[in-house]
């Protein structure tokens, strides 16, 4: 039966011996001659009939390194997952060696594998710390700016006679100029643009304005923030892959060919039941009840991420851990290619912060007996792709697109830290002191902003997982 010794070289580095006699897979390896002569259709031989010395000559060998691989990833995998202790990346051959293996007389092999581990300690940080939880109030003025936008998403939208305001939509007939009269061969673009584009001076020319009249104007100082390339595609209608580029100038006139207006939905029933959902609402004070309801729901999230952030931020400063920097620099060799200019004590010193928080996650998540399921992780995958759709559920192709990212281990590790993450900030919650801060709008939009501008620089490299049980041996 194959053995494994451990030795201790000190708290945080193992070496695992793996004793394989040939007495552990010969029997294996035996069996695995037979069938090959079995299945053996050699010219010269009867199938069936091939000596044995030709089926070990001719496949022996690359028999024997299947079995002892297989043999080696069981044991390794199977004594880790009955072990005291968790480990961090793979297992690591030490002076791998091709092997030199002889078919004929059977030997014993030894195989040596480093282990880097994860520290022993225990969590601090959560008793003796108090963090802030930003309590937003949620001000008239944006509940009144929530309503109207919402009755213009149910408004109708239509051609009018009436004077240009904000929020139309204007349709222009345009001619180039040549002068005071219109260009000879010049350019007769029509296009449309949207009120809240126009710069101020045309705004001022055509603020009373109506379908029929007619103004002239600079095309460069038609529109606010309008490059070159978006004038003479969407303005003038020119082709960028012409070949040759079509001389213009900037003088035009144009006739008001038609205003398209937005008209806001009323503030009856039927608006309550197709923005709120039918019966939910009835009243516009309830309307502005459920709109203050859904602000401050998006405000308590932010500050629960706030929160989320500080208390990490507490953790890892409390619970500052030694790591196998030898065995990390080893392993992030042995897995991966290192960028150019790149050292792997470069590698390792960008990833250390985010290995220990990924070990303290980890211990908090055991002492917690926080678990994430499967069915939890493909519900993650089916939000991320509800996003990309706007909500928008379509049945059969977005249980297609879950079941195909739950096939990639990047996504499916992805779902995974984002579902512990909210399990265990849900638990966390319940188990630190929390300090309510009455806080504005605005003011909450500054700390948001003040918390992207200090996370933004920070860019961690990848790092590896807290080995799970059974994990596969590097061959």
Same mark, same amino acid.
């Given at each position: 039966?194959?053995?494994?010794?451990?030795?201790?070289?000190?708290?945080?580095?193992?070496?695992?011996?793996?004793?394989?006699?040939?007495?552990?897979?010969?029997?294996?390896?035996?069996?695995?001659?037979?069938?090959?002569?079995?299945?053996?259709?050699?010219?010269?031989?009867?199938?069936?009939?091939?000596?044995?010395?030709?089926?070990?000559?001719?496949?022996?060998?690359?028999?024997?390194?299947?079995?002892?691989?297989?043999?080696?990833? !069981?044991?390794?995998?199977?004594?880790?997952?009955?072990?005291?202790?968790?480990?961090?990346?793979?297992?690591?051959?030490?002076?791998?060696? &091709?092997?030199?293996?002889?078919?004929?007389?059977?030997?014993?092999? =030894?195989?040596?594998?480093?282990?880097?581990?994860?520290?022993?300690? &225990?969590?601090?940080?959560?008793?003796?710390?108090?963090?802030?939880?930003?309590?937003?109030?949620?001000?008239?003025?944006?509940?009144?700016?929530?309503?109207?936008?919402?009755?213009?998403?149910?408004?109708?939208?239509?051609?009018?006679?009436?004077?240009?305001?904000?929020?139309?939509?204007?349709?222009?007939?345009?001619?180039?100029?040549?002068?005071?009269?219109?260009?000879?061969?010049?350019?007769?673009?029509?296009? =449309?643009?949207?009120?809240?584009?126009?710069? &101020?001076?045309?705004?001022?020319?055509?603020?009373?304005? !109506?379908?029929?009249?007619?103004?002239?104007?600079?095309?460069?100082?038609?529109?606010?923030?309008?490059?070159?390339?978006?004038?003479?595609?969407?303005?003038?209608?020119?082709?960028?892959?012409?070949?040759?580029?079509?001389?213009?100038?900037?003088?035009?006139?144009?006739?008001?060919?038609?205003?398209?207006?937005?008209?806001?939905?009323?503030?009856?029933?039927?608006?309550?039941?197709?923005?709120?959902?039918?019966?939910?609402?009835? =009243?516009?004070?309830?309307?502005?009840? !459920?709109?203050?309801?859904?602000?401050?729901?998006?405000?308590?999230?932010?500050?629960?991420?706030?929160?989320?952030?500080?208390? %990490?931020?507490?953790?890892?400063?409390?619970?500052?851990?030694?790591?196998?920097?030898?065995?990390?620099?080893?392993? %992030?060799?042995?897995?991966?290619?290192?960028?150019?200019?790149?050292?792997?004590?470069?590698?390792?010193?960008?990833?250390?912060?985010?290995?220990?928080?990924?070990?303290?996650?980890?211990?908090?998540?055991?002492?917690?007996?926080?678990?994430?399921?499967?069915?939890?992780?493909?519900?993650?995958?089916?939000?991320?792709?509800?996003?990309?759709?706007?909500?928008?559920?379509?049945?059969?192709?977005?249980?297609?697109?879950?079941?195909?990212?739950?096939?990639?281990?990047?996504?499916?590790?992805?779902?995974?830290?984002?579902?512990?993450?909210?399990?265990?900030?849900?638990?966390?919650?319940?188990?630190?002191?929390?300090?309510?801060?009455?806080?504005?709008?605005?003011?909450?939009?500054?700390?948001?902003?003040?918390?992207?501008?200090?996370?933004?620089?920070?860019? &961690?490299?990848?790092?590896?997982?807290?080995?799970?049980?059974?994990?596969?041996?590097?061959?």
């Amino acid at each position: 039966m194959p053995t494994i010794v451990r030795e201790d070289h000190d708290d945080l580095n193992v070496t695992l011996t793996l004793n394989l006699s040939k007495e552990d897979y010969a029997p294996t390896f035996n069996e695995k001659l037979k069938e090959y002569r079995k299945n053996a259709n050699l010219k010269g031989f009867r199938k069936g009939q091939v000596p044995v010395s030709v089926v070990r000559k001719m496949f022996g060998k690359n028999a024997l390194v299947d079995i002892i691989n297989n043999m080696i990833g !069981k044991e390794i995998a199977d004594y880790l997952e009955k072990a005291d202790f968790d480990i961090l990346g793979q297992p690591l051959p030490v002076d791998q060696k &091709e092997l030199s293996l002889n078919t004929k007389e059977l030997e014993d092999y =030894s195989f040596k594998f480093d282990i880097g581990l994860v520290p022993e300690f &225990e969590i601090k940080g959560l008793e003796n710390n108090a963090f802030n939880w930003y309590d937003t109030s949620i001000p008239d003025s944006m509940i009144e700016d929530d309503l109207k936008d919402a009755l213009k998403k149910l408004g109708k939208q239509g051609p009018t006679e009436e004077e240009i305001q904000e929020g139309d939509v204007i349709k222009l007939s345009a001619v180039e100029l040549g002068g005071p009269l219109p260009k000879e061969g010049g350019l007769t673009p029509e296009f =449309s643009v949207s009120f809240d584009e126009l710069t &101020e001076d045309i705004v001022e020319i055509i603020f009373t304005k !109506k379908v029929g009249d007619t103004f002239r104007f600079d095309i460069n100082n038609l529109a606010k923030d309008k490059d070159k390339v978006f004038i003479e595609k969407y303005f003038l209608g020119l082709n960028a892959d012409a070949d040759e580029p079509v001389e213009y100038g900037n003088d035009f006139e144009a006739t008001i060919v038609e205003v398209t207006r937005l008209t806001p939905a009323t503030l009856n029933q039927e608006f309550f039941d197709g923005y709120f959902g039918p019966g939910n609402v009835s =009243s516009e004070e309830e309307a502005k009840e !459920k709109l203050k309801t859904n602000i401050k729901r998006y405000y308590d999230n932010q500050a629960d991420g706030i929160l989320f952030g500080l208390i %990490v931020e507490q953790l890892k400063k409390d619970n500052q851990l030694s790591l196998p920097e030898a065995f990390l620099e080893r392993w %992030v060799t042995h897995s991966r290619e290192l960028p150019e200019g790149k050292t792997a004590s470069d590698a390792v010193a960008e990833m250390k912060e985010g290995l220990q928080w990924s070990i303290i996650r980890d211990k908090l998540a055991k002492k917690y007996d926080i678990k994430v399921e499967e069915a939890e992780i493909k519900q993650a995958i089916r939000g991320q792709i509800l996003s990309y759709f706007g909500g928008q559920d379509y049945g059969g192709m977005v249980d297609n697109m879950v079941e195909k990212m739950a096939q990639d281990e990047q996504q499916v590790n992805n779902a995974y830290s984002q579902v512990l993450a909210e399990k265990l900030f849900r638990q966390l919650k319940e188990v630190v002191t929390i300090n309510a801060v009455p806080t504005t709008t605005d003011e909450l939009e500054e700390i948001i902003k003040a918390e992207r501008a200090k996370n933004e620089p920070k860019v &961690e490299a990848e790092t590896p997982a807290v080995a799970e049980e059974g994990a596969e041996v590097a061959e």
